[in-house]
């Protein structure tokens, strides 16, 4: 499994509508082929927030950055909404460890 992390510096004042923006847009993904899952985490103090998807395989994350419906994902989304680059990381799910299980 593969984990892509976007890092995410958003405006004090366009949090809300980050994840509601990024909530909506998610919803359109349902039923993608291989995406498995999709976080979003919010730092407790600070305005970073990590949309970390994750994907059945690296062939399954790059057909869809490669897709139509990446670019649809990603359009309009307004740069006053951000107050920095994003950072991208991906990872390589190694282990997943349960409490009682």
Same mark, same amino acid.
């Given at each position: 499994?593969?984990?892509?992390? %976007?890092?995410?510096?958003v405006?004090? /004042?366009? *949090?809300?509508d980050?994840v509601e923006?990024? =909530? =909506?847009?998610?919803? $359109?993904?349902?039923?993608?082929? +291989?995406? /498995?899952?999709?976080?979003?985490?919010?730092?407790?103090?600070g %305005? $970073?927030?990590?949309? $970390?998807? @994750? &994907?059945?395989?690296?062939?399954?994350? /790059? $057909? &869809?950055?490669?897709?139509?419906?990446?670019?649809?994902?990603?359009?309009?989304? #307004?740069? *006053?909404?951000?107050? +920095? #680059? %994003?950072?991208? =990381?991906? @990872?390589?799910?190694?282990?997943v460890? *349960? #409490?009682?299980?």
């Amino acid at each position: 499994m593969l984990v892509v992390a %976007n890092h995410l510096s958003v405006a004090a /004042e366009h *949090e809300a509508d980050f994840v509601e923006v990024f =909530e =909506e847009r998610v919803a $359109q993904l349902r039923g993608r082929s +291989g995406l /498995e899952r999709v976080e979003i985490l919010r730092q407790r103090e600070g %305005n $970073q927030f990590v949309v $970390q998807a @994750y &994907w059945e395989s690296r062939d399954a994350f /790059e $057909q &869809w950055r490669d897709s139509d419906d990446f670019v649809d994902a990603h359009a309009d989304l #307004p740069s *006053e909404m951000f107050t +920095g #680059p %994003n950072r991208l =990381e991906i @990872y390589d799910l190694t282990a997943v460890f *349960e #409490p009682g299980g």
